[in-house]
């Protein structure tokens, strides 16, 4: 008759060696089962980066849409204030070339040379 070999001193069962092999393989599916829980988790959190990327890249178009806006508004003003500046300074010229009278005119006088008939109202 053919015996089984005995593993160990008193039963059948796996040796030492394929019981050390369980162990490792076992060690290792607990450690791909870590690795994946971990995997897992960053996935989330690029997920989230992602997210919170996009989020700053749209802020930070709306601010660039914002500053050119800005920027166009202060280009108008400040041609608005040079075209004012302009016309208070034709203002100031005319204003200067207009001669001033120091004789005040008096009622009725001038007033036949005028056509009003001897009227004494001052126009």
Do not use: H, Y
């Amino acid at each position: 008759m053919c015996a089984l070999p005995r593993s160990e001193v008193g039963g059948w069962g796996p040796g030492p060696q394929l019981r050390l092999e369980l162990q490792e393989l076992e060690a290792v599916v607990s450690a791909i089962k870590g690795l994946t829980i971990a995997v897992v988790g960053l996935k989330e959190d690029t997920g989230k980066l992602l997210a919170e990327q996009a989020c700053a890249a749209s802020l930070l178009g709306a601010v660039d849409k914002s500053t050119v806006m800005v920027g166009k508004e202060v280009n108008f003003v400040a041609r608005a204030v040079a075209k004012v500046e302009k016309a208070v300074g034709k203002l100031a010229r005319a204003v200067v070339a207009v001669p001033c009278t120091s004789e005040k005119r008096k009622r009725g006088q001038g007033d036949e040379e005028e056509g009003n008939g001897g009227s004494s109202a001052i126009r």
